[in-house]
């Protein structure tokens, strides 16, 4: 049994992930843990923060690609990493059709693909 289906199952959410009547939960375990946090940081499902043993913690921090970091931490906030940094969910793919990469920038575009206007804002 992979972690999500772990954590889904002590929410007991795990059979409304695998029934997915709504189609909101995708079809991958790897969609199930980017619903399960969106559901998490929006208030409509309190799990408890891991532990790892009486004095560390999991990092619950959400990267670009929708996966969670995990890595060991002893702050509740997460990781040195992550702890002081504000948790904006997965990002979106990269509006160039041959690119895959994920990005959080308004304009859709992954820095590659940005072009001057990226380099405007970088020289400021």
């Known amino acids: 049994m992979t ?21 909101e939960w995708g079809n991958t375990p ?22 790892v043993d009486d004095d560390y913690y999991l990092c619950p921090y959400i990267k670009i690609d929708g996966s969670i ?15 002081n940094s504000k ?7 990269c509006k ?3 690119c895959k990469k994920s990005t959080r920038i308004e304009s859709g575009f992954c820095r590659k693909h940005t072009g001057s206007r990226y380099k405007k804002y970088k020289k400021m």
């Open 3 to 23: 972690s999500i289906e772990k954590r889904l199952k002590n929410l007991e959410l795990l059979d409304e992930a695998i029934a997915n009547e709504d189609g």
């Open 30 to 51: 790897e969609e199930w843990e980017v619903y399960l946090e969106i559901l998490v940081a929006g208030g409509a499902v309190e799990e408890d923060i891991p532990f």
């Open 69 to 83: 970091c995990n890595k060991g931490c002893i702050r509740i906030e997460g990781c040195g990493d992550h702890w």
């Open 87 to 93: 948790n904006k969910g997965p990002g979106t793919p």
């Open 96 to 98: 160039t059709k041959s």
